[in-house]
């Protein structure tokens, strides 16, 4: 009876070990790899028109921050460039939200 329960609690533990891996490492590694496109040379300093025109209509629109999203099967994409007060590009953040079933977790990948 002990040697189940060992063999089974090393089992759980192994199991527990693979999916923080898988998680924690494996995850964040891929989606930095399978970024959209036109993400990997985001133009700064540029003004606003040309940014635009470089990535398309963004999703959401503020005075200072624009936003990209760019769905998966198993999470979203999202990047976020922010303006000068004179409409040039500054510093732009792509997040990468991963979801697998009741596990939601927020990545971030590149900040610049």
């Given amino acids: 009876m002990k040697k189940r329960f060992r063999g089974a609690v090393i089992l759980l533990c192994g199991c527990a070990l693979v999916l923080g891996m898988v998680i924690f490492v494996l ?20 003004p606003k028109a040309i940014v635009h025109q470089y990535l398309g209509r963004p999703a959401e629109v503020t005075d200072s921050t624009d936003t990209w999203r760019a769905g998966r099967d198993n999470g979203e994409y999202q990047l976020y460039v922010t303006y000068a007060p004179d409409s040039s590009s500054v510093s732009y953040k792509i997040f990468f939200h991963y979801h697998l079933g009741f596990f939601h977790k927020q990545y971030l990948l590149v900040q610049k």
């Fill in 27 to 46: 995850v964040p590694r891929a989606a930095a790899i399978t970024l959209p496109f036109r993400w990997g040379n985001i133009p700064l300093h540029q």
